[in-house]
């Protein structure tokens, strides 16, 4: 499986071509509705062109915002890929500097700022992540939270009472899945239940 990997915050670049500036902002984004507010707030309006891309998931969208079709946004994408990187939304404006590039100096201009300016940002790795609720008796539950901290990854989101204990909604790396299980059936003699989302 292909390690994939996102950006911990924003990064930029930028660089010069044949008299055109170019400034490439690159950040992570969870959804749709996040990279469009990106690409909104790091685009520039006196700018000639402000094209993008983003990828999240299977999810991905480019644009050449004005440009010769194909030269801009799919570049941007392919520099994303490129680099494996998931849930990061670029964009890439250009203050025109008079002279032509052409849409083979295009693609190399937008796809190289936007590549630039990834290989240059910090890198985080993905870790796939899997849901899962405990259900617990209160004789169970402190040494169960307190086991479970010590488990890398693994995050108790809520916990909820009930009359005879807590049912937590904990997430943990799909690596360590079986690990969590054995540790809560081992931790609680069999009487705690594990449910692992489909």
Avoid at 111 to 117: R, S
Wanted: charged fraction near 20%.
């Amino acid at each position: 499986m292909l390690t994939r990997f996102t950006l911990p915050g924003l990064a930029t670049s930028r660089q010069e071509i044949k008299k055109s500036r170019f400034i490439a902002s690159a950040g992570p984004v969870a959804d749709e509705a996040a990279a469009k507010a990106f690409i909104a707030a790091h685009s520039d309006p006196t700018a000639n062109h402000n094209c993008w891309a983003w990828r999240c998931g299977q999810n991905y969208r480019f644009n050449d915002d004005g440009e010769p079709s194909g030269t801009a946004g799919k570049p941007i994408l392919a520099a994303l890929d490129g680099q494996a990187l998931d849930g990061v939304a670029v964009v890439v404006t250009r203050w025109f500097g008079g002279v032509l590039l052409g849409s083979g100096g295009l693609i190399r201009a937008y796809g190289g700022t936007a590549a630039l300016c990834l290989r240059e940002a910090e890198k985080i790795e993905l870790v796939e992540a899997l849901a899962t609720t405990i259900t617990c008796t209160f004789g169970d539950l402190a040494r169960l939270q307190a086991r479970l901290a010590t488990v890398p990854g693994v995050l108790v989101s809520e916990q909820v009472f009930t009359d005879t204990g807590a049912v937590l909604s904990v997430s943990a790396p799909k690596a360590e899945a079986e690990q969590v299980t054995q540790l809560v059936l081992d931790l609680t003699s069999g009487r705690a239940a594990i449910n692992w989302d489909d």
